[in-house]
């Protein structure tokens, strides 16, 4: 079963080793592929863009790479059979966000993993942003709050129809 990483870890050096260290051979033990989408875009591509010399350059250069790093995203989210999306912060990422609903809108079970115990909702009566939290459940998953909690969870997804 094939599973796409939706949250920011990608951007950290923190977040990076703890999903390589920890998150990813996690799931790779439970028996999914993971598909991780700061691994899907070329990092030299990224490196040329982040090594042009002018603000100019770096501008035009990023608008269009943005496309294609938007697109082999889309392009994994369709291919993958669920999304467990990181909801840890202050507030749920933006792109992290929009994952989950384009994953909810192509069917996709999506499993919430948010270990941040601060508080991060509308109201008493959710956990994240109430919207994201919506297509999270409606969709039939559900938000956890441990690893060790992860296995029982992602036991529970539904199958993504097509």
């Known amino acids: ?39 899907l875009t070329d990092q030299a591509k990224i490196a040329a863009v982040l090594a042009l010399p002018t603000a100019e350059a770096r501008r035009d250069a990023w608008q269009k790479l943005n496309m294609e790093i938007g697109r ?5 989210i369709d291919g993958c059979d669920a999304v467990l999306a990181i909801l840890d912060g202050a507030d749920v990422d933006s792109g992290t966000a929009s994952e989950i609903g384009y994953a909810f ?15 991060s909702s509308d109201n008493e009566g959710s956990i994240v942003n109430l919207q994201v939290e919506y297509f999270i ?26």
């Open 1 to 39: 079963m094939r599973i796409y990483l939706a949250g920011p870890f990608g951007f950290s050096e923190a977040g990076r080793d703890f999903a390589d260290r920890v998150l990813v051979p996690e799931l790779i033990r439970l028996g999914f592929q993971v598909i991780d989408p700061f691994k």
């Open 72 to 76: 082999n995203n889309q392009l994994a």
């Open 105 to 119: 809108a192509r069917n996709k079970p999506i499993l919430g993993y948010r270990s941040d115990f601060r508080l």
């Open 137 to 162: 459940r409606a969709g039939g998953g559900e938000i956890v709050s441990s690893l060790s909690k992860l296995p029982d969870a992602l036991s529970r997804l539904p199958r993504s129809k097509p």
